[in-house]
């Protein structure tokens, strides 16, 4: 193991690890930790210059007043209203094309495969006039089926990639005995392989929940008004509304990052694999 | 594309059968494919070659007709003192950047241990993560605050004088940068993390008998056997710098007098701020162009890896 496990350090080292660890761990969430307390901080203790002294009152109705006076209830709806089906379709696309990439050999395979990662590579800026160009021809602009179909679209070649290479470790005697027994090669797919992708399936789901949530350019590129608006665009709006009301900013903030970061926490394994994919070998 | 029609070679190392209900097996791929290939093709491929096109034309976005200017969106890009700005930004970006991998190895190592706690500690080192831009953007803008962020204040305790970070021509980029980075480490420290579980623990036990230990076994031992670990955070943290745009446009908007704008957030100000799409389309070419370096670079070794 590397480095050498603490364990067999003496004392005093062991010691000065433990606040080594705690003293960088401080520092590097600073700036969060900085958001927290001032989302909780009333605007009696600005008013008095109070910004980083112990808070008068912890103000949770903070949290209250941003669902009270914004639409941010309904930003965080559309994005799950984005995301969802997004998430959902690119996975579906992907498992199939992904499937295809690892078990059939034919003219073309690499290229495609390499279409796909390529894709996944590119600036956004290379595609967003054209991308929002469509949209408006095709009627889609400021609504949820323009941010969805091009995420779902555009998270296909991640997941492609993604789908390709886990499929790739399936033993191919599988798909073998099962031909033997005379089964077609969609009931393979749909009877064999597709049952032993559950962890695959899990991993990526929470990787572009992530990926589609926290998107910000095409919320911008794509749609404007309140009713459709995601909250990464939403809550950036509503900076503009506020100022200087750095407790209401940083309760909106907090809530934003929410649902994804609950998520990180819940399904961190399977988070993490699909993260690092690659990352070993 | 190709066309489902294509003929294909099939020589799987399992052989189906020819015929099945009709349905030739040399179609099955593209069958499994089409649905995929087809939407990616309309939203990302495509439009590549579009913005290519455009980028010969004057155009607001609006009226049905478009000017063609031929390379002059070019001709006028190079001569923009805001491209150079910008464009020089991005290569600040990009070298600054790759500290990310450098100082996620080095948190890697440090939280590489088995200690009770210690996976919670892993979580919160990486979860910024999982903050979208615009959240980083906001907590980062908060901490830089002039008159009461956190910054100044913890300066002002240790008697330094206070900064203006956003507002600062020689500052601003810098610090856009080091919140850029926040993320980033995170993701490189994870990578480094699954890495280090792969790295072989006879080796390092040789090494070890052999004398070497710290700083010479990292180097010589550790970071060679890491090698997957480095390409991927390199290549992820140069595609993450070269696609920055939510942190300039949050934070600063390009300003101080354009000082932080970044190819981007340049592009993104013609096109949707300015209505001109020919020239917005230009901008994205060239960054298209440079990003594209590194795509055949990463593509070279993923075959190369593939063939074995």
Same mark, same amino acid.
């Given at each position: 193991?590397?480095?050498?496990?603490?364990?067999?350090?003496?004392?005093?080292?062991?010691?000065?690890?433990?606040?080594?660890?705690?003293?960088?761990?401080?520092?590097?969430?600073?700036?969060?930790?900085?958001?927290?307390?001032?989302?909780?901080?009333?605007?009696? =203790?600005?008013?008095?210059?109070?910004?980083?002294?112990?808070?008068?009152?912890?103000?949770?109705?903070?949290?209250? =007043?941003?669902?009270?006076?914004?639409?941010?209830?309904?930003?965080?709806?559309?994005?799950?209203?984005?995301?969802?089906?997004?998430?959902?379709?690119?996975?579906?696309?992907?498992?199939?094309?992904?499937?295809?990439?690892?078990?059939?050999?034919?003219?073309?395979?690499?290229?495609?495969?390499?279409?796909?990662?390529?894709?996944?590579?590119?600036?956004?800026?290379?595609? !967003?006039?054209?991308?929002?160009?469509?949209?408006?021809?095709?009627?889609?602009? =400021?609504?949820?089926?323009?941010?969805?179909?091009?995420?779902?679209?555009?998270?296909?070649?991640?997941?492609?990639?993604? !789908?390709?290479?886990?499929? /790739?470790?399936?033993?191919?005697?599988?798909?073998? /005995?099962?031909?033997?027994?005379?089964?077609?090669?969609?009931?393979?797919?749909?009877?064999?392989?597709?049952?032993?992708?559950?962890?695959?399936?899990?991993?990526?789901?929470?990787?572009?929940?992530?990926?589609?949530?926290? =998107?910000?350019?095409?919320?911008?590129?794509?749609?404007?008004?309140?009713?459709?608006?995601?909250?990464?665009?939403?809550?950036?709006?509503?900076?503009?509304?506020?100022?200087?009301?750095?407790?209401?900013?940083?309760?909106?903030?907090?809530?934003?990052?929410?649902?994804?970061?609950?998520?990180?926490?819940?399904?961190?394994?399977?988070?993490?694999?699909?993260?690092?994919?690659?990352?070993?070998? | 594309?190709? *066309?489902?029609?294509?003929?294909?070679?099939?020589?799987?190392?399992?052989?189906?059968?020819?015929?099945?209900?009709?349905?030739?097996?040399?179609?099955?791929?593209?069958?499994?494919?089409? %649905?995929?290939?087809?939407?990616?093709?309309?939203?990302?491929?495509?439009?590549?070659?579009?913005?290519?096109?455009? &980028?010969?034309?004057?155009?607001?976005?609006?009226?049905? @007709?478009?000017?063609?200017?031929?390379?002059?969106?070019?001709?006028?890009?190079?001569?923009?003192?805001?491209?150079? @700005?910008?464009?020089?930004?991005?290569?600040?970006?990009?070298?600054?950047?790759?500290?990310? %991998?450098?100082?996620?190895?080095?948190?890697?190592? +440090?939280?590489?241990?088995?200690?009770?706690?210690?996976?919670?500690?892993?979580?919160?080192?990486?979860?910024?993560?999982?903050? &979208?831009?615009?959240?980083?953007?906001?907590?980062?803008?908060?901490?830089?605050?002039? *008159?009461?962020?956190?910054?100044?204040?913890?300066?002002?305790?240790?008697?330094?004088?206070?900064? *203006? %970070?956003?507002?600062?021509?020689? +500052?601003?980029? %810098?610090?856009?940068?080091?919140?850029?980075?926040?993320?980033?480490?995170?993701?490189?420290?994870?990578?480094?993390? @699954?890495?280090?579980? #792969?790295?072989?623990?006879?080796?390092?036990?040789? #090494?070890?008998?052999?004398?070497?230990?710290?700083?010479?076994?990292?180097?010589?031992?550790?970071?060679?056997?890491?090698?997957?670990?480095?390409?991927?955070?390199?290549?992820? @943290?140069?595609?993450?710098?070269?696609?920055?745009?939510?942190?300039?446009?949050?934070?600063?908007?390009?300003?101080?007098?354009?000082?932080?704008?970044?190819?981007?957030?340049?592009?993104?100000?013609? &096109?949707?701020?300015?209505?001109?799409?020919?020239?917005?389309? #230009?901008?994205?070419?060239?960054?298209?162009?440079?990003?594209?370096?590194?795509?055949?670079?990463?593509?070279?070794?993923?075959?190369?890896?593939?063939?074995?």
């Amino acid at each position: 193991m590397f480095p050498a496990p603490i364990q067999d350090a003496s004392a005093p080292k062991r010691y000065a690890y433990y606040a080594a660890i705690i003293i960088a761990l401080v520092c590097w969430l600073m700036p969060l930790l900085a958001v927290i307390l001032t989302s909780l901080r009333s605007l009696e =203790d600005f008013n008095v210059g109070n910004y980083w002294g112990m808070p008068k009152e912890w103000k949770f109705s903070n949290y209250a =007043d941003v669902f009270r006076q914004t639409p941010m209830l309904r930003y965080m709806l559309n994005t799950v209203i984005i995301t969802l089906p997004a998430v959902f379709g690119a996975i579906a696309l992907a498992t199939l094309a992904g499937y295809a990439l690892a078990k059939y050999r034919f003219r073309g395979n690499l290229l495609i495969f390499c279409m796909f990662v390529a894709g996944n590579f590119v600036p956004f800026q290379i595609l !967003m006039v054209p991308v929002r160009n469509m949209a408006v021809r095709m009627g889609l602009y =400021d609504t949820y089926w323009a941010l969805i179909f091009f995420h779902l679209a555009f998270q296909t070649g991640f997941c492609a990639l993604f !789908m390709r290479n886990f499929i /790739s470790t399936l033993p191919n005697a599988l798909m073998e /005995s099962a031909r033997v027994e005379g089964a077609n090669e969609f009931q393979i797919f749909w009877n064999i392989i597709l049952p032993l992708m559950r962890p695959a399936l899990a991993a990526l789901a929470v990787l572009i929940f992530t990926f589609i949530w926290n =998107d910000y350019f095409w919320a911008l590129v794509l749609v404007q008004s309140d009713a459709v608006k995601p909250v990464t665009t939403g809550l950036s709006a509503l900076r503009g509304e506020w100022v200087a009301s750095w407790q209401l900013i940083s309760a909106g903030s907090l809530i934003a990052a929410l649902p994804p970061v609950a998520m990180f926490f819940i399904l961190q394994r399977q988070f993490i694999s699909g993260l690092t994919l690659g990352a070993v070998k | 594309m190709s *066309s489902p029609q294509q003929s294909v070679s099939f020589q799987s190392e399992v052989a189906p059968r020819r015929k099945r209900r009709g349905i030739s097996i040399e179609l099955v791929p593209w069958i499994f494919l089409a %649905p995929g290939v087809i939407v990616f093709a309309i939203y990302v491929v495509i439009p590549v070659f579009q913005s290519f096109w455009l &980028s010969l034309f004057d155009w607001d976005g609006l009226k049905p @007709t478009k000017t063609f200017v031929g390379l002059g969106n070019y001709n006028e890009l190079f001569q923009d003192e805001q491209f150079w @700005t910008s464009l020089k930004n991005n290569i600040y970006w990009l070298v600054v950047f790759l500290l990310g %991998p450098v100082i996620g190895l080095a948190i890697a190592i +440090l939280l590489n241990q088995k200690v009770r706690g210690m996976r919670i500690v892993k979580s919160l080192f990486f979860f910024p993560f999982v903050l &979208s831009g615009v959240v980083v953007g906001l907590v980062f803008s908060w901490f830089y605050e002039p *008159s009461h962020g956190l910054l100044n204040t913890i300066l002002g305790m240790f008697g330094l004088p206070s900064v *203006s %970070p956003l507002s600062d021509e020689n +500052l601003v980029t %810098p610090s856009i940068i080091a919140a850029g980075l926040w993320p980033q480490i995170a993701y490189c420290m994870i990578l480094y993390l @699954t890495g280090l579980t #792969a790295v072989d623990p006879e080796q390092i036990e040789a #090494a070890r008998i052999d004398g070497a230990r710290g700083l010479k076994l990292l180097w010589h031992v550790i970071i060679p056997q890491l090698r997957p670990a480095t390409f991927i955070a390199v290549v992820v @943290t140069i595609v993450g710098a070269l696609r920055s745009f939510d942190l300039v446009q949050v934070m600063t908007d390009g300003g101080p007098f354009g000082r932080s704008s970044i190819l981007a957030y340049f592009m993104f100000q013609q &096109s949707i701020t300015n209505f001109r799409m020919g020239y917005g389309a #230009a901008i994205a070419v060239v960054l298209f162009l440079i990003m594209s370096v590194f795509i055949a670079f990463f593509l070279r070794h993923m075959i190369r890896n593939e063939r074995g």
